[in-house]
Nanobody, 120 residues
Framework: QVHLVESGGGLVQVGGSLRLSCAASVSVYAMGWFRQAPGKEREFVVAIDYEGDKTYYEYSVKGRFTISRNNANKAVYLQMNTLRPEDTAVYYC????????????????WGQGTQVTVSS
């Protein structure tokens, strides 16, 4: 079993920034982030392959969020800039053995989630 532990969530003002971290117990090929806002279904945010060469962003975060990973530390990061109130959600680290499985319902491993609140 792979364990994922998120950190870095918190309260930030509109336009501010946060950096989320996810530490994995074992290296996994594809990693990324999902989020779930109040009253909404969990949605895909971003994913990255092992080498960091391929990234996929949900349209609303593209240009504002940047995913990266450090395989020596078995960690993945999400730099979130220009935050908006609609970014408020519980953010979940996710990992799958194939990039094609980085979709809701097919994720192999989930983190516990970390709350991000953007105040207006």
């Amino acid at each position: 079993q792979v364990h994922l532990v998120e950190s870095g969530g918190g309260l930030v003002q509109v336009g501010g920034s946060l950096r989320l971290s996810c530490a994995a117990s074992v290296s996994v090929y594809a990693m990324g982030w999902f989020r779930q806002a109040p009253g909404k279904e969990r949605e895909f945010v971003v994913a990255i392959d092992y080498e960091g060469d391929k990234t996929y962003y949900e349209y609303s975060v593209k240009g504002r969020f940047t995913i990266s990973r450090n395989n020596a530390n078995k960690a993945v990061y999400l730099q979130m800039n220009t935050l908006r109130p609609e970014d408020t959600a519980v953010y979940y680290c996710a990992a799958s053995h194939q990039m094609t499985r980085m979709v809701e319902g097919e994720i192999d491993y989930w983190g516990q989630g970390t709350q991000v609140t953007v105040s207006s």
